[in-house]
DNA sequence: CATGAATGAGCCTTCATTCAT
DNA sequence: AATGAATGAAGGCTCATTCAT
């Protein structure tokens, strides 16, 4: 079997078992078995067992980032280029669950330089949409005329769009166990519950407003948006 | 010296310790001295490390909720309920800060039991904010006169509600993170920024709409409500 | 039972098995057997393979320097010294055989550490043979009245008395290794061997010269010099 | 390429490593790699590493003992031949460092069948020194014509002909070491060193004795006989 | 009540050694 | 002939946990 393929198939197993076990109960005896190979071969390739999850990490969070800006297409609007970065970020998480597992609740408890490496990731992403969010506000806001100052919260400022990008992040993040959590229902409803939030806001939806629907992609396997029973 | 205060002693380092550490990086040895007690009282007093960390999942969380709930007034209308939860919250974590990345950070990385405590103390917290987006939507709307459909997204269903609910706090939980990273600020401040997301919304806050101030508590260190650098 | 007796008891079995199967091939498993504790005790007290074994070497170091120093009394006219010296050491050797096994065997090919840990131990014996033969230079030969140089050889530089140092450690560690190779003789007669070589030379007792004998002492197991049998 | 040549490229390499990083911190895979073969080849013509080790030895052993033998000439009075061999013995160690250190330091600590390898090569020498006195001795003492007693020493026995052998053995590794440690010097002036304490004792010479001079051999790189600094 | 002393169990890591090609 | 790929076995070290005092 050629070496690529062996590796490939080590970090799917280590993958597996870290999102279950968690890092510090995984063995490597445990992944060895799990990937079909012996120990020593773990360590060849890898390394050793920090370095395995390091590599778990990286390959997770690459593919992750991978999946949500191809699908956040540059060109869009800002407010569905969102959406749609959302909506791949969901259908992601619900289609592999232990990466994201592995990446929002293993890899912070670990020591520095795994905590780093995640760390990284997710500042990609946060910088992707703290740029987002300030492009949104310079697009849609024309600069005063006369000089005066700009309107409080229209050009927010550095620290402002940074806040507002964690704040999407680890809503969206919430949102992703709790599908996980609660039985799984289409991405595209996942992002609108979100948008409705961030976007729109609680307050103007209290009086009516929405967030439009999207029609579910039809490859999905619940057509009908169903609500998950909570409680 | 009685027992209760003994106890009380042990958690407070524990709580330390972990924070410091993490779980499986904290041995009992460490523990206990940093408690000022030998190893055989821990085990006597807290029976195992699981138990002793459990203990310190469920006494810090209460903490929390206990903080939360009495800024939360509930005679208080539900803009400002939350706005003051959060608040409240923020102020928490920044004054307990071991406090905080023991739930948030380490608790999520453990075995079942553990994670099972914790997810009940998340479960409070996001059942308390479930019940106020779901009041605030009764309060707010009327029921419509003419028996015609309630407008979408008006009247949340439970799904809904709890959607939301997930996504505050998990935005507030980021943003916490957030802020005990890049500096501190204010509570009132952060408490402003998630609600200027999740309450007015983004896009009407690009045409010009803004969260109000409240004036920052006296005797916090920064009276001047400066702006983290960002990047 | 106290520490301090423990740790010797650890000493003692890791000497026996160190000196037995050679460093790397022994287990701390079987040492701590050996020493009739478990592992982890080891441990806690030792610190480490390589500390132990550090341990080991300078006790036994320690315990054979003082055996000949005491000996070798600094009162006594120089080859009667040496004489006394070698004799304190084939007899220590005779009754510690682990313990020199360990030292003359074991160390040397070891890593770093330990090689400076025992090559300190050796360097402090041949120091003091050094100033012996120094000393016994200066004593027995008058400086020249007229100036002249010193005949060649009298006063010997400090590289040829170090040489010279040298070669009597290593002599005594040869005849040490083949006493115990070929049976055991009292250590008077090993030290007369050694010092009819050294300081006869070979040369005056092919004419007939030889080191003047010494009574054996009396609670030595073979009172009449038997010659262990060569080949 | 023919297999004895692969064979001694292996041997030379298995002794480099062997010599730097002691036998059992020097892997098979390094050898492998510094033989530039692969690891079955090492196998296939060795047989394992222990065999190897034993091969190393053997064959370094014959080539010392060669280079000795070749330069003590059986025609040469017993001091001149003395002489030569030591000299030959330090011009080897001097130009194959590796060679001796393998022999000297490594082989003595390892288990029983390499313990008695380096035991029999080392014999063999101990054998050709002690041969080498007892003719001294036949030679220049006559026997006693009255039939009385032989003078003591003068008709060493085999055990006390034995023991010097192993006396100049030891002295000659001793200083081979030293030599090593210190810097450099001429193999010639060393085995004058030996000589003097060996051949004509301490006594004589702290009355002026001195073992002759001898020509430095002109490719020495050391023309002057330096005397490395002691101390 | 409080603790110094002690241990069973398990994990990461490495290495000599061997197939299948 | 020659090798890349693979592994069984074992060792050093640590830690949660418990007696005996």
Redesign the pocket.
């Known amino acids: ?3 690529a393929q ?1 590796e490939q198939q080590m970090l799917d197993a280590a993958v597996r078992v870290f999102s279950r076990c968690g890092y510090h109960a ?4 445990e992944i060895a078995e799990a990937s079909d ?5 773990l ?2 390739y890898l390394g ?3 370095a395995l999850f390091a590599a778990c990490i990286r390959r997770e969070a690459d593919r992750l980032i991978g999946a949500v800006s191809q699908a956040a297409e540059p060109g869009l609007e800002t407010g569905e280029q969102l959406r749609r970065g959302l909506t791949a970020f969901f259908a992601y998480v619900a289609e592999h669950r232990d990466s994201w597992t592995v990446l929002y609740q293993q890899a912070r408890a670990q020591g520095e330089p795994i905590v780093a490496e995640v760390a990284a990731a997710r500042g990609q992403v946060v910088r992707a949409v703290t740029a987002l969010v300030r492009r949104a506000a310079r697009a849609s806001v024309p600069a005063p005329r006369d000089g005066g100052p700009a309107p409080a919260g229209v050009r927010p400022d550095r620290g402002e769009a940074a806040a507002v990008a964690q704040a999407i992040v680890g809503a969206a993040d919430a949102l992703a166990g709790w599908v996980l959590d609660t039985g799984p229902e289409p991405p595209e409803e996942t992002a609108r519950r979100l948008m409705s939030v961030i976007w729109i806001g609680l307050e103007p939806r209290l009086h009516g407003a929405r967030y439009p629907e999207t029609e579910c992609r039809s490859e999905h396997q619940q057509p009908e948006c169903q609500q998950p029973e909570y409680q």
């Open positions: 079997m050629p070496r062996r995984s063995s490597m005896d190979v012996s120990k020593p071969m360590y060849l050793s067992k920090e």
